[in-house]
């Protein structure tokens, strides 16, 4: 198993930017595929992005795409989410999530582990 814990949500302008973390503890960070997903009041989770085991190979929801970065440190068990130009549709609670199989994939369903959620709100 392995516990997940996020940080770095907030209140921020449009056009601004934050950094979100999770901190992984527990089995072996580097052995799970690594996702960020993200629900707005209303609505189901979303893809957002995700990064293999190694971090060599990222995906990212067209949304977010050239704006949002995914990065991990295996070394630290911490994933990361680089957000800029953020806009006010981006607001959301954002969950880290794990993987336990090999393909880095797109469907919440697809993730073993879970996070609490960090709340993200932009404001126009």
């Known amino acids: 198993q392995v516990q997940l814990v996020e940080s770095g949500g907030g209140l921020v302008q449009a056009g601004g930017s934050l950094r979100l973390s999770c901190a992984a503890s527990?089995?072996?960070?580097?052995?799970?595929?690594m996702g960020w997903f993200r629900q707005a009041p209303g609505k189901e989770h979303e893809f957002v992005a995700t990064?293999?085991?190694?971090?060599?190979?990222?995906y990212y929801a067209d949304s977010v795409k050239g704006r949002f970065t995914a990065s991990r440190d295996n070394a630290k068990n911490t994933l990361y989410l680089q957000m800029n130009s953020l806009k006010p549709e981006d607001t959301a609670v954002y969950y880290c999530?794990?993987?336990?199989?090999?393909?880095?994939?797109?469907?919440?369903?697809?993730?073993?582990?879970w996070g609490q959620g960090t709340q993200v709100t932009v404001s126009s």
């Open positions: 527990g089995r072996t960070f580097s052995t799970y595929v």
């Open positions: 990064i293999s085991k190694s971090g060599g190979s990222t």
């Open positions: 999530a794990a993987r336990i199989g090999f393909a880095a994939l797109r469907s919440p369903n697809e993730y073993d582990y």
